[in-house]
């Protein structure tokens, strides 16, 4: 079982940043990816960006590409996401999550390859 918990959220405005946290807790991700989806009131849950929590390889979508930025400090089972310049499109709840086992570049994209996920946390971005 694995609980993943959310931190960092909050309203800024346009090209601002902020730093979302993820801490995870009972199990190791020696062999795993963590990614980072969003929703948007009345839209589907949308892929953002993963990480290799073993190799620390990176991908992200084309929307977030260039200015979000994902590491993770595995010490302390805990991922980050930078966003930098920030959009009102990039307003959302933004959530972590933790799949059951190694996904491919396909896979790691779709919100139902993923078992665990944190509680969310609302990022908002005025104009």
């Known amino acids: 079982q694995v609980q993943l918990v959310e931190s960092g959220g909050g309203l800024v405005q346009a090209g601002g940043s902020l730093r979302l946290s993820c801490e995870a807790s009972?199990?190791?991700?020696?062999?795993?990816?963590m990614g980072w989806f969003r929703q948007a009131p009345g839209k589907e849950r949308e892929f953002v960006a993963a990480?290799?929590?073993?190799?620390?390889?990176?991908y992200y979508a084309d929307s977030v590409k260039g200015r979000f930025t994902l590491s993770r400090e595995r010490a302390k089972n805990t991922g980050f996401l930078q966003m930098n310049s920030l959009k009102p499109e990039d307003t959302a709840v933004y959530y972590c999550?933790?799949?059951?086992?190694?996904?491919?570049?396909?896979?790691?994209?779709?919100?139902?390859?993923?078992?665990?996920w944190g509680q969310g946390t609302q990022v908002t971005v005025s104009s």
């Open positions: 990480i290799s929590w073993a190799g620390g390889s990176t």
């Open positions: 999550a933790a799949p059951p086992l190694t996904l491919t570049m396909a896979t790691m994209q779709v919100p139902s390859s993923y078992r665990y």
């Open positions: 009972g199990r190791t991700f020696s062999s795993y990816v």
